[in-house]
């Protein structure tokens, strides 16, 4: 038996939304903060190429 987080229903093991209040169960709301997680690590690979590709391309002046 999963049970809401939100309003302590008892569901199905089966069930992804909580017969009650229709909220996501656990077990969907982990992967969907995994997935969370994952974009956010890629967002902040992706912006640290992205400045040190800006570094190497533009030319330093020299005063």
Sequence with gaps: MAKCL???????????????CGMPLPR???????RKQRRFLWFCIGL???????IVWFPRTIS
């Design 48 to 54: 640290t190429v992205f400045c040190a590709v800006i």
């Design 6 to 20: 939100y309003c302590q229903q008892d569901n199905p093991a089966t069930a992804d939304e909580c017969e009650n």
């Design 28 to 34: 969907l709301a982990e992967q969907a903060a995994e």
